[in-house]
Nanobody, 125 residues
Framework: QLQLVESGGGLVQPGGSLRLSCAGS????????IGWFRQVPGKEREGISC????????DYADSVKGRFTASGDNAKNTVYLQMNSLKPEDTGVYYC??????????????????WGQGTQVTVSS
């Protein structure tokens, strides 16, 4: 069974940091595009980052560029999203997702092959 399991969400003050993890099972993440999405109630799921471990092909949405950094650890079959300088508007449920593609090419929700279960991130004082 192909699965992505996320961890690392929580409550943080504005300006703080969190690191989300996305661990794969049943397949190897390092050769596939791993997207990060976030969703707030009443809004569509928004793609914010995409990363391919093997090639370091990376993309970020303008809303997170310069603050978020994606990376991967082949030995742990895990992709990370380091989130710094967090703002209240970063609050939402964060999902990782795998595209069975070797390149980052947009954030089509319908093209996702495997979804993680989501983890809540709350930025509040």
């Amino acid at each position: 069974q192909l699965q992505l399991v996320e961890s690392g969400g929580g409550l943080v003050q504005p300006g703080g940091s969190l690191r989300l993890s996305c661990a794969g099972s049943g397949f190897t993440l390092d050769d596939y595009a791993i997207g990060w999405f976030r969703q707030v109630p009443g809004k569509e799921r928004e793609g914010i980052s995409c990363f391919v471990t093997r090639s370091a092909n990376t993309d970020y949405a303008d809303s997170v560029k310069g603050r978020f950094t994606a990376s991967g650890d082949n030995a742990k079959n895990t992709v990370y999203l380091q989130m710094n300088s967090l703002k209240p508007e970063d609050t939402g449920v964060y999902y990782c997702a795998a595209y069975f593609s070797h390149y980052c090419s947009g954030y089509s929700i319908h093209a996702v092959d495997v979804w993680g279960q989501g983890t809540q991130v709350t930025v509040s004082s």
